[in-house]
């Protein structure tokens, strides 16, 4: 299974950016999808997670600027981060937890490479 994570950039402080992530390989089905982001030097941090049927829970420091939504066909996640800060600088990693078996119910947890994201001030 492979997470493939897009869109990031620069961006200046106040506007908006959507990064999308999609996985691809052998998935049986995916649980739970979220986004997560490291500053450097520091440790990764939860931004937002969606489960399968769409109920989302998000950091306070996000929450009301940011959006997690998935594609389920696709297999797919998405985050638009509106009004963006100086301080949500940092790498974004995409997250899935996923199902490769038909036969065995266990879930993996996979992770993409990250995209880095840059607000100008």
């Known amino acids: 299974v492979q997470l493939q994570a897009s869109g990031g950039g620069l961006v200046q402080a106040g506007g908006s950016l959507r990064v999308s992530c999609a996985a691809s390989g052998r998935i049986e089905n995916i649980g739970n999808m979220g986004w997560y982001r490291r500053v450097a030097g520091e440790q990764r941090d939860l931004v937002a997670i969606?489960?399968?049927?769409?109920?989302?829970d998000y950091a306070d420091s996000v929450k009301g600027r940011f959006t997690i939504s998935r594609d389920n066909a696709k297999n797919m996640v998405f985050l638009q981060m509106n009004n963006v800060k100086a301080e949500d600088t940092a790498v974004y990693f995409c997250?899935?937890?996923?199902?490769?078996?038909?036969?065995?119910?266990?879930?993996?947890?996979?992770w993409g490479r990250g995209t880095l994201v840059t607000v100008s001030s």
């Open positions: 969606i489960t399968r049927e769409g109920d989302t």
């Open positions: 997250q899935a937890t996923v199902r490769t078996s038909p036969y065995y119910i266990d879930y993996t947890d996979y």
